[in-house]
């Protein structure tokens, strides 16, 4: 992926993959069995309370390679939260990123899930292959420094041919530090993980909420498996008829979406360093009519657009600075409750005070792996710059920040996937949420793959933000009633807020 993948640590992310049986490099035989030595296995589940929130956690074994499944084998962590009242079943759920720890998010799932949903079934989720404490990959010393020394956003071909060479570098060092593992983090095969999961827990379908990334695992999921699933919920659908390409593109709109949100909202926050470049005239002359106070709005927003742009240009000489600066700025726009903290934060780097945008942590490997193998590109350094150009003109303040400094061209073992639309004829009925002005996965990624979906049915969140289960009130009720009574929400169902 971009060096937006290591960009940006919490959530995020989302795509695409396509697993059939055919094609996929796993054996027919395989790719359908459910009584194989790993569904059959019996699990040991031990205590790992999280204060006084009871939970079990176990391991499940799978093997490295699904087309070769007497090979080697890795332990899968997982967690669960059981039911607290009348007991429906196991609900499996993945929070996203790629590369997100599930044994670290479900005691937030349980805690902010009280209710209904948690009555019901017992919640379940776990770390993928190579992520959190399931054979996680690892870099060696100083592999990440040296990757992050080098232009993130290449201007130039000889830029682009430098950062190429050093992500082949740094890969290959990752990939010995991790073993084999490093090659077989693909959708594809977390999918089926999944299905053992669901076998090992006694369940006979797959109910399934999975958000932004999590929804990639339940499409090809129910692509693989569409006998088996359930009841399912993809929260900030992804597209699996895009590549790394098009995935890029997605996702340099829907941050320049939330950047155009969170300026038009500068004036009613005291602390937006760009209130002072038009927004707060725009709104304080309604006698002048509306035209001329929109007409005002739209060119603070420019302004401040530009401000930004230009912010970002000037730390180019820097490559670490600038990949922090990027990463935090499009982190902090995903959630509108966010914006206070990156207003302070950008005030500070405009006023010449640059700790705010010091290097956190790691480049995320497990997510730069999980989205190079899942996304095929194989674009030349020249094709790049060029896409990237292209972007720009419609993104003029990330596109070219998202899509010049791409990690996946060329990516070992890299394009595991072909992409198309999903279709899982014989599924049973699967729940698509899209918000409209999603900050990290376009709503016409949710719009296409409800669309695509033999039975898929869309529910609209009118609004700003990433994942709208749990935070919007209307669109939580509609996916409980779904998951419990397995009741759909009418179609062109919209929910505001």
């Known amino acids: 992926m971009t060096r937006r993948t290591r960009r940006r640590r919490a959530v995020m992310a989302v795509l695409l993959g396509a697993l059939t049986a055919v094609g996929t490099g796993v054996p027919m035989a395989n790719a359908d069995a459910g009584d194989d030595r790993f569904h059959r296995q019996k699990v040991s589940w031990s205590s790992c309370d999280d204060g006084d929130l009871p939970l079990d956690c176990a391991r499940v074994t799978v093997p490295v390679d699904w087309a070769r499944p007497t090979g080697r084998t890795i332990a899968l962590k997982v967690r669960r939260h059981r039911a607290t009242g009348t007991r429906q079943g196991s609900l499996l759920t993945n929070p996203g990123g790629p590369g997100a720890s599930g044994v670290r998010y479900l005691p937030e799932a349980a805690r902010s899930w009280r209710g209904a949903v948690t009555a019901g079934f017992d919640l379940v989720s776990w770390d993928p292959r190579g992520v959190g404490e399931s054979a996680p990959l690892t870099c060696p010393d100083g592999a990440d420094a040296a990757l992050r020394a080098v232009d993130s956003s290449p201007d130039t071909l000889a830029e682009r041919l430098t950062q190429e060479a050093a992500v082949r570098t740094w890969a290959r060092r990752c990939r010995a530090a991790s073993g084999p593992i490093f090659d077989h983090v693909d959708t594809l095969s977390n999918v089926r993980d999944l299905d053992v999961l669901r076998a090992v827990l006694g369940e006979a379908k797959l109910s399934f909420l999975g958000t932004s990334y999590g929804t990639r695992i339940g499409i090809w999921y129910a692509d693989t498996f569409p006998t088996r699933v359930g009841r399912m919920v993809l929260d900030s659908a992804v597209d699996p008829a895009s590549g790394n390409k098009a995935f890029l593109n997605g996702q340099a709109m829907s941050v320049e979406r939330a950047l155009d949100d969170y300026l038009a909202g500068c004036a009613d926050r005291a602390g937006c360093p760009f209130s002072d470049l038009g927004q707060a005239r725009g709104r304080a002359e309604p006698a002048k009519g509306r035209a001329r106070g929109r007409a005002e709005l739209a060119k603070g927003q420019a302004r401040g657009r530009a401000e930004l742009a230009k912010l970002l240009r000037a730390a180019d000489s820097r490559p670490v600075e600038q990949g922090e600066l990027v990463s935090m700025t499009a982190a902090l726009l995903r959630t509108p409750g966010y914006w206070p903290g990156l207003d302070a934060q950008l005030a500070r780097v405009l006023a010449g005070d640059h700790s705010a945008i010091q290097p956190t942590g790691a480049v995320d490997v497990a997510n730069v792996a999980i989205n190079c193998q899942d996304l095929p590109d194989h674009r030349t350094a020249r094709q790049v710059l060029a896409d990237a150009e292209r972007t720009a003109r419609s993104r003029p303040v990330f596109g070219y920040e998202f899509t010049s400094g791409t990690m996946c061209p060329n990516w070992p073992n890299g394009g595991v996937v072909k992409p198309r639309p999903v279709i899982a004829r014989g599924s049973a009925p699967i729940l698509v949420v899209g918000t409209t002005r999603d900050a990290a996965t376009p709503y016409e990624w ?47 169902t919209v929910c505001a807020g």
């Open 446 to 492: 949710a719009r296409s793959t409800a669309r695509h979906l033999a039975n898929g049915r869309l529910l609209t969140r009118e609004g700003s933000g990433h994942a709208a289960y749990g935070d919007n009130a209307c669109v939580t009720e509609a996916v409980d009633r779904y998951l419990l009574d397995a009741v759909l929400p009418a179609t062109r």
